[in-house]
């Protein structure tokens, strides 16, 4: 997390110098022409690299590739790769607890700071979970797991959490179909560059 902050915050600046000058040279001036054509340094990105960055899955499971896994075998991937840090059976960490529900599943985290966010209480959507699991872990490998294994673990996790049941198979076509908990918890941020919510 924080080496994420670093990076952004890196380049937060140049980014922001760059849309200042598109600004400047937009107000009334004429455009310079005395750029080179190559700052010699760079190339073009090739259909190919934009392809291994493009792995963003949506809430609707568009991304979602081919493939698809089971509770049982996540359960055994989970046991060799996800355990030492989450525990177990996902409650005891020493890392961030990923199994719970609150009774009614009810959604007191604004008022109750002593919650502890889960999978099962707290995220909006089952497709995040193939999304986030393939992008960031296990912490040490991120990017190492197969397909299969991917949505294998988001079985398993699924029903760890009480959501499917053991002989659930998830693919691109039924987990956009797993109803979460806190789906309808949140709201769209569509402000436009203000700090009020509309
Ligand atoms: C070396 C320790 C480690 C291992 C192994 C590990 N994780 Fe994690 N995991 C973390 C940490 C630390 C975080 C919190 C990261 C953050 O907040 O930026 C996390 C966060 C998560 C989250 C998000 C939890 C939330 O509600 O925000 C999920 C889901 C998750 N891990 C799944 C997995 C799975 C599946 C595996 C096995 C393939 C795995 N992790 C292996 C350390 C680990």
Known sequence: MVRLRR???????PAAAVVMLGCASGQGESPRHDAPDSFGFGQLATDDDIRALDIDIMPDGTGLPPGSGSVEHGQRIYAAKCASC????????PYD?????????????ANDRSFRSTIGNYW???????DYIYRTMPFE??????TDEIYSLVAALLFMNDLVP?????????????VMPS????????????????
């Open 86 to 93: 989450h525990g177990p059976t996902g409650v005891e960490g």
């Open 124 to 130: 909006p959507y089952a497709t995040t979970l193939y």
């Open 7 to 13: 990076t952004f915050s890196k380049y937060a600046l």
């Open 97 to 109: 607890v990923l199994v719970g529900r609150i009774p009614n599943d009810e959604f007191p985290f």
């Open 166 to 178: 053991a002989d659930a198979v998830m693919d691109a076509e039924t987990l956009p179909q797993v």
């Open 141 to 146: 490998a991120p990017g190492s797991l197969a």
């Open 183 to 198: 789906r309808d918890r949140f709201v769209a941020d569509n402000r436009r560059g203000g700090p009020e919510i509309r």
